[in-house]
Every structure is written in C-alpha cells, then in structure tokens.
C-alpha cells in the first residue's frame, strides 16, 4: 500500500533528521575526549557512530600519532639554550599524546625527557638516576630550572 503524500513528506523529514542528528553525534564525538567518549558511548547505544567515527578519524589520529612521538623523540636540549622552553615543549607534546589516547607514563616521559638533555645536564641525570626519585613532569621541570 503506497504512503499518501503527507506521510512520505513526514518519512522523509524523518530521515533527514535521523541523518542530521547522526551527523551532530560524529562531530561531537570526534571533538570530545577519549574519555568523554567512553562514558558517553556506555550510556549510547548506537555503534554506527563509533564505527563513523572511527573511520572517519583513525587515519588522521595515526598521523597525529606518529608526528607528535616523532617530535618528542627528536627533541633535543642544545648547550646554551634555556631550559624551560625546551620542557613546556615537552610537557605539551606529552599532555597531546594523552588527548590522542596514545600518552606515556611517567617514568617514561620523564626517561625521554633526560635523555633529550644536553651533555651539561649529565651530573643531574646520574644524580636522579642514583636517587630513584619518582618526580613528575612538573616537578622534575622545576628541578631543572633550579639546575640551570
């Protein structure tokens, strides 16, 4: 039986809405944190828009992903620059690799973070390394202030 003109008028109102909020869903989604999206996707249902989203992001957040260890990883403290620059830098490409869900631990981070440091900082390192200290990020930037 053929749907009379207001009900196919209403159906396809419908599915512009449902594609509309489907849509509206993605985008939140992807701009949101991983964490964010955890909870919101245990309370909804609709695995389309994880798929979507997935598809939609997964090679863009792997590039993000690779420039951003990349960068950490090349960083390097050279003699006679400041050291404070040098680990707000590296303390934001870490806080990115977390909002990317790919973050590093601590003990890690802070592993990298020493090693990126120029050959006048090997006293400090054989120092906190003989110390076992278990600093964080922030600390360990204050440490170095102090060092320099």
Aim: net charge negative; charged share 25%.
């Amino acid at each position: 039986m053929p749907l009379s003109l207001n009900e196919e008028v209403t159906q396809v109102a419908l599915n512009r809405w449902i594609a509309a909020n489907r849509d509206v869903k993605c985008i939140m989604l992807a701009t949101i944190s991983p964490k964010l999206q955890k909870t919101f996707l245990e309370r909804d249902t609709t695995f389309e828009i994880i798929s979507e989203l997935q598809n939609m992001f997964q090679e863009q957040a792997r590039t993000e992903r690779f420039e951003n260890h990349k960068q950490i990883l090349e960083s390097k403290l050279e003699k006679g620059e400041p050291v404070n620059p040098h680990m707000l830098k590296m303390i934001g490409l870490f806080e990115f690799m977390e909002r990317l869900d790919a973050g590093y631990s601590t003990e890690m981070a802070i592993d990298i973070v020493l090693h990126s440091l120029h050959r006048g900082y090997d006293h400090f390192k054989m120092n906190y390394n003989m110390h076992v200290m278990e600093k964080t990020l922030t600390e360990l930037h204050e440490m170095l202030k102090q060092a320099e």
